[in-house]
C-alpha cells in the first residue's frame, strides 16, 4: 500500500518559499502583509506532512522505526545552521551592544539551543512587569515547537500502529488507525486551543499542546494519501490554488490583533494542506506556473536558513539605532540575511546532511548535533562568564536624592556625566526592581492580564502596607502605571499608620472605557470584570482614601479621547460619592525606551539617556481632558512631572537613583524616595 507517490515534491518546496517569504516581509514591515506570520503556520503543516510521511514509509515497510536513524537526520538537518547563527548572534550582540544587552541575550540563547525558547517566551508572554523589549532569537519558538513535535510524534505513531495491529490484519486497516489517531490529536489540540486563547494566550500561542494541530493537520495528509491520491481532481490544480488563495487571504486581512492560534489559524492551516493534497499526484498547473518555478524553488531550498538569519538583523540595527525600521531597511536587511542564508546553506547545511561521512550511520549523524550542540553552548556561557559586570564608574559617587522645601532638585542632581558608581538599583537588576507584588498575606494583588481576581486565587486580603488595624483605609487602584506608586504609599503606611490596600491589575485602569488589550488580541473583558469585583470591594471597605493613576501612552484612533474623557469623569464621580477622598496621580513622564539598557551602552554619558519633558508627554490631548475632567469631579490632581523633569530635560540618573526600571516605569527605589513630595499632596485625614 504505497504511502507517497513522489520522492521530490517541487510544489512542497515552492510552498516552502511561500511561507518564508510571508514571515519575512512581515517582520521587515512590509505593511501590505499584516497577517504574515502565518507563514508559520504553512511551516508547521508541511513539517507534520514530511515527518509523519517518512515514519510511517518505515513502519509500512518494516514494522517499527529506527529510533537512531530518525533523531539523526533531524540533527543533520537542523542543529548545524541553528547553532552557526546563535553562535553568530551572540558574538555580534558582544561586538556591538552593552555587556546587560550581552548578557540578557547570552541567557535568551541558552534557552534556544536547549530547545526551549518557546516555554521562555510562554513565561514571560502574559507578565506586564516584564521587559517586552524583542530577543534575537524569538523567532525559535516555532523550531522548539518542532523539535519537542519529534520528540512525541514516533512514539505515538509507532504505539497506534502497534495497537491496530493486534486488531486490525490488513495495512491498509493500520493505515485508516494512524489517520483516526492524527485526527484525534489534532481534535484533542485544537479544542485545547480554543479554550487556553481566553485564559492564558501566550503559552495558547508558543507551547507544543496547543499548536499541535496544526502539525497533526499535516500528518493527517500523509496518512491518508492512499485514499487521497486515487482523487483524480486533485492533479488538475484546483485544489492547490484554492490553498493559496487561502494562504494570501489570512496574510493580507489578518494582523497583530487576530486572535491567534485560534479558529483564525484554520484559514492558512487547512490552506496549506490543500495545497499539499493538491499535488499529490502528478505535477499541476499551480506548480507548472507558479511553486515550482526556479526562484519558488530556490527559496523553498534556502527557506530554513533564511528564516533563521533574517530575525536578528532587524532586531539588532532597530537596537543600535533606537527607533523603528523603515520598511526600505527592513527589505534592505531582508536581502543581506538571504545572501547568509545561501552561504551557509553551501558551507554548512548541506555538507552535514548530504556529506557520506555524516549520512553513512546513524551514530555519525547524531555526532554531529552533539558536536555542534556542545561548541554553541560553551561559546555562549563563556561570553556570558566573560562579560563585563554592569556597573556604573567606580571612581564616581553620587549623593542620594534631597527632598527640600517640597521639591526634588531635578537640575542640580541630574547626573549628565559618568553613570555613578554606588547607582541604586544597579543596572543589571534594575529588570527585577518591580514593586514588591505579595500583599500581608503572601498573595500577588497585583492582577495579571489574564485574571480577573483582585488576588492571586480571589481571597487575599490585598493589605500591602501599614497595618490591618491602621488608623485610615487608603486603597491603590488602577493600572500598573498606579502600581508603581505602591513603594512610595507603603513608605507614607509605615510612617503614618495606614492600612494601605493595593488593587491593580496589568494594563487596566478604573476608568470605564472600553479596551482592546495588544497582548490578547481582543476586547479585554478580564478587565472589566475586575472593575466590578473592586467596586464591590470599595463597597465593603468604604476607605478614607482612594488614589488612581493610569498609563497613557500614544495617541488611539477614532473617538477614543471622548470615550476615556466621559469614563475618567464618571469613574471618579463615583468614587467621590462613596465618601473617600480621591486622588488622581497624572501619568508620569517616560521614556519610550528601555533607560537601564541605554545607560548600559553609555556609561559614560548618562545624560544622553535623558529626554525632553515634551517626548515624555505623549497624546496630552488626553492628558489634558483627564486633569480637567478630575477638576470637574473635585477630585485632587498630583502633578509629578517636576519630581522628574526640569524645563528642558528628565534625567535617567537624579542623585544615585536610576528613575526608571524599564521604558515607561519609575524604578522602586525612586518611588520611595519621593515619597515625602507625594504624602505633601494627599488630602489629610
Request: proline share 5%; hydrophobic share 45%; glycine share 8%.
Amino acid at each position: 500500500m504505497p504511502t507517497t507517490t513522489r520522492r521530490f515534491r517541487a510544489d512542497i518546496e515552492g510552498l516552502r518559499a511561500v511561507a518564508v517569504l510571508l514571515v519575512v516581509l512581515f517582520h521587515a514591515g512590509v505593511t501590505q502583509l499584516p497577517g504574515g506570520f502565518v507563514g508559520v503556520d504553512v511551516f508547521f503543516v508541511i513539517s507534520g506532512y514530511l515527518i509523519t510521511g517518512h515514519l510511517l514509509d518505515e513502519l509500512t515497510r518494516h514494522g517499527r522505526i529506527s529510533f537512531a536513524r530518525f533523531y539523526a537526520r533531524r540533527a543533520r538537518r537542523l542543529l548545524p545552521v541553528a547553532c552557526v547563527v546563535v553562535m553568530a548572534t551572540v558574538a555580534l550582540y558582544a561586538l556591538t551592544t552593552s555587556a546587560l544587552q550581552t548578557r540578557q541575550i547570552s541567557v535568551d540563547a541558552l534557552w534556544t539551543l536547549g530547545f526551549a525558547m518557546n516555554l521562555r517566551l510562554a513565561i514571560t508572554g502574559v507578565d506586564y512587569q516584564a521587559d517586552q523589549d524583542p530577543s534575537p532569537f524569538t523567532h525559535y519558538w516555532s523550531l522548539a515547537v518542532e523539535e519537542q513535535f519529534y520528540l512525541v510524534v514516533p512514539l505515538l505513531l509507532l504505539g497506534a500502529y502497534l495497537l491496530a495491529a493486534r486488531v486490525v490484519r490488513t495495512e491498509r486497516g493500520r493505515r485508516l488507525a494512524m489517520v483516526l489517531a492524527l485526527t484525534a490529536v489534532a481534535a484533542v489540540s485544537f479544542t485545547w486551543t480554543l479554550g487556553q486563547m481566553r485564559t492564558a494566550p501566550a503559552q495558547s500561542y508558543f507551547l507544543l499542546p496547543t499548536r499541535a494541530w496544526e502539525l497533526a493537520v499535516g500528518g493527517v495528509v500523509a496518512a491518508a494519501t492512499p485514499w487521497l491520491v486515487r482523487l483524480r481532481w486533485l492533479s488538475t490544480g484546483a485544489l492547490a490554488l484554492l490553498g493559496l488563495a487561502a494562504i494570501g487571504a489570512a496574510a493580507v486581512l489578518y494582523s497583530a490583533s487576530t486572535g491567534f492560534p485560534g479558529a483564525p489559524a484554520l484559514l492558512p492551516v487547512l490552506g496549506a494542506a490543500a495545497v499539499i493534497a493538491g499535488g499529490l499526484g502528478a505535477p499541476h498547473v499551480v506548480q507548472r506556473f507558479f511553486l515550482g518555478l526556479r526562484p519558488m524553488q530556490t527559496l523553498g531550498r534556502l527557506s530554513y536558513g533564511w528564516y533563521l538569519w533574517h530575525w536578528g538583523p532587524l532586531v539588532l540595527c532597530a537596537t543600535l539605532l533606537e527607533r523603528d525600521l523603515t520598511p526600505g531597511e527592513g527589505l534592505t536587511l531582508a536581502g543581506l540575511t538571504l545572501v547568509l542564508a545561501a552561504l551557509t546553506s553551501v558551507l554548512v547545511e548541506t555538507p552535514f546532511r548530504t556529506g557520506v561521512t555524516f549520512a553513512r550511520s546513524s551514530g555519525n549523524g547524531l555526532l554531529v548535533g552533539v558536536f555542534f550542540l556542545v561548541i554553541s553552548v560553551t561559546a555562549t556561557l563563556t561570553v556570558l562568564r566573560t562579560s563585563d559586570a554592569v556597573t556604573g564608574d567606580p571612581g564616581v559617587r553620587a549623593d542620594q536624592v534631597a527632598i527640600a522645601d517640597g521639591a526634588v532638585d531635578v537640575s542640580g542632581f541630574a547626573v549628565v556625566g559618568p553613570v555613578p558608581g554606588n547607582l541604586q538599583p544597579p543596572l543589571d537588576r534594575a529588570g527585577k526592581d518591580a514593586p514588591d507584588l505579595a500583599a500581608a498575606d503572601g498573595q500577588s494583588c497585583h492582577a495579571r492580564i489574564v485574571s480577573a481576581e483582585l488576588s492571586e486565587d480571589g481571597t487575599g486580603s490585598c493589605v500591602a502596607g501599614g497595618t490591618e488595624a491602621g488608623s485610615r483605609t487608603v486603597m491603590l487602584v488602577g493600572d500598573s502605571h498606579a502600581h508603581q506608586w505602591l513603594p512610595a504609599l507603603q513608605e507614607l503606611a509605615a510612617a503614618d499608620d495606614w492600612r494601605l490596600i493595593n488593587l491593580t491589575k496589568g494594563a487596566c485602569p478604573l476608568y470605564d472605557v472600553t479596551l482592546v488589550n495588544n497582548q490578547l488580541g481582543r476586547d479585554y473583558t478580564e478587565c472589566y470584570a475586575w472593575r466590578e469585583k473592586v467596586w464591590a470591594r470599595i463597597d465593603a471597605e468604604r476607605p478614607d482614601l482612594i488614589v488612581t493613576s493610569a498609563a497613557i501612552f500614544s495617541e488611539r484612533e477614532g473617538d477614543f479621547t471622548e470615550r476615556w474623557s466621559a469614563g475618567v469623569h464618571s469613574t471618579l464621580t463615583r468614587l467621590r460619592a462613596t465618601g473617600a477622598d480621591v486622588v488622581t496621580i497624572a501619568d508620569t513622564p517616560f521614556p519610550r525606551r528601555n533607560i537601564p539598557k541605554c545607560l548600559a551602552g553609555h556609561l559614560d554619558d548618562a545624560g544622553s539617556c535623558a529626554f525632553s519633558p515634551t517626548t515624555g508627554q505623549s497624546d496630552p490631548a488626553r492628558r489634558a481632558a483627564t486633569t480637567a475632567d478630575a477638576v470637574a469631579a473635585g477630585v485632587t490632581v498630583v502633578d509629578p512631572t517636576p519630581w522628574f523633569c526640569d524645563a528642558a530635560r528628565c534625567p535617567a540618573v537624579i542623585g544615585n537613583t536610576l528613575v526608571y526600571r524599564d521604558n515607561s516605569h519609575i524604578s522602586t527605589v525612586y518611588s520611595r524616595q519621593i515619597a515625602p513630595l507625594l504624602g505633601a499632596q494627599l488630602p489629610a485625614p
